[in-house]
């Protein structure tokens, strides 16, 4: 019995679920993403908001909805807070008859936020506005949004988009918002203004033929753009046309023009919106997938027009003499300054290696976060206690858990030789196997295959804080005598170190996030700085070959010390001699190192 | 030695130069988002692993009753549990067939109510643990910890009122207050010391991935023997 029980908890469990896991791996997932951004330390999943669906929520949501004429009373008796800075747009990118009405849910905390919005829209005509509803739904729902503010906060905003409207009409609109009690209104309301109609708003002319040209031009004052050209963008995959112009004369900031691109395979039209940019812009992109298969065998006529502040008046340039087709080239000539790094640095890096290869002798500089490697698995070894190794919270697609592993070979490598016990707990599967055959095989070249069990390199989650309590639970019963933290960490960086350091563990980190070094270094007592974990594997495999890679590197930095030197100094000469010669051969180091194609 | 040695190195090798040499040819560019596929389908795979793992270890723990194995209980029921009310999507407003985050399902409430206070709780630490560790930081015990010290108290004050009160006396319109010396730091001595950073670990990057592409570091198969 006791062996059935053994075998059923040891094997049969597992078993079972590996074949129902994969179906349910995503689920969290789908809540809140379990990646952290390499440019944030906030996990995502923590400023996520939980969104219902919208099928769920007009479900759940009381229809037949009922509310009383807006007036200056019910606006201000309102028990819960209104809408504020409601905005009606044309919806952008889309091939037309939408609006876009965003508002923010709650500017103060003075009334309760409501639980649903209604959205009201009129066609604007010289009668009385005739509202009706066009939208309802929780004001927890997909609609609510977070668009980044000038500071870089998150600032909510609530969006919704007004389909099937007619293109060239104008309307009205207004957001209520209700807390579900049926007495409770609040309408949009601006400053002092009790009662705001959103719009006029009017969705963007979507197409036109040519013949309609001189009959769209409405009460336009000005002239039509002017030179429109079109031509395939070099250097890319035939995926992008870009057509230039020239503003129609008396245009400037204060006329509040707008430029629409249009496009038809034939001159007589039809042409169809591709897009649109600002009064100050007079250059479009059009990018489109297979955009060179698509105008190979229908190349396009362009047109642009100039529209005016009201958004429905347009002046329509002449259209391109001839069709244009995008074209794929064989090599991209922007990315020149990459490939003369590329073969450069690679140049140095080959060099050194066949350099030392011959048994040339090199310097290398100590590295004390390294040296002390060693130091800590004998410390470990003499105390009987485990050594900790966290490879990070990425995945194998990351440079850095990458170096991390690499380091690990050579770590789990002294820890054989040593008969030292070694846990490494990860937070990806990938990583969990990748790891397991590096100590495997490090243990196997050690001559200790015996000492080598599966449980060395174990799972906890994905998660990124479930895997912080995970850690610090080993930490905390296992009591390592050393921790090692070298990979891509976030903002468990310090709570991890800082539990380490309760436990008076020797700590060695290394990371190449610049973000998370203050909290390594002030909590370990050795910390590899950025590239110095890139360097730790050739350092600690005293490979010649490894080694002579070090060297490279170094000349990758010389070269771009002596560049910004050389730089900054003919920058600082261009500004007293106002430009010339200096301020040339400035402008040429910056293009230098200026990615062009981004 | 083919399988474990040969094919992973060319495996790399290949894959590491296509998408280097997608940079520069653009019919190519598109590889490198094949490749991504590739590695998500994989990593796929080694979800079930993963899991398989987590519960080994832990049912192995109660079996034996090692030290801590409550907690091993807590873990493989809360695995159990969520598993099986995600695979069945238990009172989900919208059935089997609806969203698996759909409002009110007790998947949703799990999340809502349990994995995501837990996870804040755990991120709160850091408040506490930043505390501790830049009192151990701030400690003036040599020259650069001392430098470390005055800096950081420019910053503090000069993020603060206080760094503008006592600042009161200053031309600070011309940039000698407390808050412009603060911003002075960070936009100058900060700043270099960051971009120096960073150009080494671009470097680095770039090191690294050459010495894989090519086999010179094989550290990652366990061994550098060939």
């Given amino acids: 019995m006791g062996l059935a029980i053994r075998y059923l908890t040891r094997w049969g469990i597992p078993l079972a679920l590996t074949l129902t896991l994969a179906l349910a791996t995503g689920a969290f997932a789908q809540l809140g993403s379990a990646n952290p951004s390499p440019t944030m330390s906030v996990p995502p999943s923590l400023a996520a908001p939980v969104v219902p669906s919208a099928e769920a929520i007009a479900a759940a949501s009381a229809p037949a909805p009922t509310w009383p004429e807006p007036s200056i009373e019910n606006t201000y008796n309102a028990k819960i807070c209104p809408a504020a800075d409601a905005k009606a747009v044309d919806r952008p990118e889309d091939a037309g008859g939408a609006v876009r009405v965003t508002w923010k849910p709650c500017p103060n905390a003075d009334a309760p936020s409501p639980k649903t919005w209604v959205v009201l829209r009129a066609e604007k005509t010289d009668g009385p506005l005739v509202f009706a509803p066009v939208g309802q739904f929780s004001a927890m729902s997909e609609h609510l949004k977070t668009e980044p503010k000038r500071n870089g906060d998150l600032e909510a905003l609530t969006q919704f988009d007004d389909k099937g409207l007619v293109d060239g009409r104008s309307y009205v609109y207004r957001v209520l918002g209700r807390d579900g009690d049926a007495n409770a209104y609040a309408f949009v309301a601006a400053g002092d203004t009790p009662l705001v109609n959103i719009g006029p708003v009017s969705s963007e002319r979507q197409t036109f033929v040519w013949s309609e040209r001189d009959a769209l031009r409405g009460s336009f004052a000005l002239g039509a753009p002017d030179g429109v050209t079109a031509a395939d963008r070099p250097n890319d995959a035939g995926e992008e046309i870009r057509v230039e112009w020239t503003p129609p004369a008396g245009a400037d900031a204060a006329t509040g023009l707008t430029y629409r691109v249009f496009s038809a395979t034939k001159p007589e039209g039809p042409y169809t919106l591709l897009g649109a940019v600002g009064g100050s812009k007079t250059i479009f992109d059009y990018k489109a997938e297979k955009l060179d298969e698509k105008t190979e065998k229908e190349p396009l006529y362009f047109a642009v027009a100039a529209v005016a502040a009201n958004g429905v008046d347009l002046a329509i340039s002449e259209h391109t003499n001839e069709p244009v087709a995008a074209k794929s080239q064989w090599v991209n000539l922007d990315e020149w300054n990459f490939v003369l790094f590329a073969v450069v640095l690679s140049g140095f890096i080959l060099y050194f290696i066949q350099h030392i290869k011959s048994g040339k002798k090199l310097f290398v500089r100590k590295i004390a976060g390294l040296e002390a490697v060693e130091e800590s698995i004998g410390r470990a070894t003499e105390m009987g206690k485990p050594v900790l190794y966290i490879p990070g919270i990425m995945d194998m697609n990351d440079v850095m858990t990458v170096a991390a592993i690499v380091i690990l070979g050579r770590i789990a490598r002294q820890v054989a030789e040593y008969d030292t016990k070694l846990l490494v707990p990860t937070s990806k599967s990938l990583v969990m196997t990748t790891g397991r055959e590096t100590v495997k095989e490090a243990f196997i070249s050690a001559g200790r295959p015996d000492a080598y069990n599966d449980n060395i390199v174990t799972y906890l989650t994905d998660e990124q804080f479930g895997y912080v309590a995970g850690v610090n639970g080993i930490m905390v019963r296992e009591k390592p005598a050393t921790c090692i933290y070298f990979g891509a960490f976030f903002a468990e960086s310090l709570i991890l170190a800082e539990t380490g350091n309760s436990i008076g563990a020797i700590q060695i980190a290394g990371t190449a996030q610049a973000a998370q070094l203050p909290f390594f270094i002030a909590a370990c007592d050795y910390t590899l700085i950025g590239e110095e974990l890139f360097a730790a594997s050739a350092y600690l495999s005293h490979d010649p070959k490894q080694l002579g890679s070090l060297k490279g590197q170094d000349i990758g930095k010389l070269a771009g010390m002596v560049a910004i030197l050389v730089g900054g100094v003919f920058a600082t000469i261009a500004q007293f001699t106002g430009g010339g010669w200096a301020g040339a051969v400035a402008g040429a180091i910056v293009k230098l190192f200026t990615p062009i194609a981004g | ?226």
Avoid at chain 2, 102 to 119: N, T
Avoid at chain 2, 192 to 199: H, K, S, T, W, Y
């Fill in chain 2, 1 to 226: 030695m083919l399988v474990k040695r040969t094919i992973p190195l060319l495996i790399t090798g290949i894959v590491g130069a296509v998408l280097i040499f997608s940079k520069l040819f653009p019919a190519a560019e598109s590889l490198g988002e094949d490749f991504s596929i590739y590695f998500d389908i994989i990593a796929v795979f080694a979800f079930v692993l993963g899991g398989g793992n987590l519960v080994k270890i832990h049912a192995d723990k109660i079996y034996k009753q090692a030290k801590g194995w409550g907690y091993s209980v807590v873990c493989v029921v809360g695995f159990f549990a969520t598993l099986i009310i995600g695979l069945t999507k238990m009172h989900n407003p919208e059935g089997i067939a609806g969203d698996l985050s759909a409002q009110g399902s007790y998947f949703q409430l799990i999340y809502a109510f349990i994995f995501k206070p837990l996870a804040a709780t755990m991120f709160a630490l850091l408040a506490f643990y930043v505390a501790s560790a830049s009192y151990r930081a701030f400690r003036a015990k040599n020259l650069e910890a001392t430098v470390l010290l005055v800096s950081a108290f420019i910053i503090l004050l000069g993020r603060t009122f206080i760094g503008t009160w006592l600042s009161f006396w200053t031309p600070h319109g011309e940039g000698f207050g407390i808050p412009q010396l603060a911003e002075w730091i960070m936009n100058y001595p900060n700043l270099a010391g960051q971009r120096a950073i960073m150009i080494g670990i671009a470097l680095g990057i770039v090191s690294t991935s050459l010495k894989i592409i090519l086999g010179v570091d094989r550290g990652y198969l366990g061994t550098d023997s060939d």
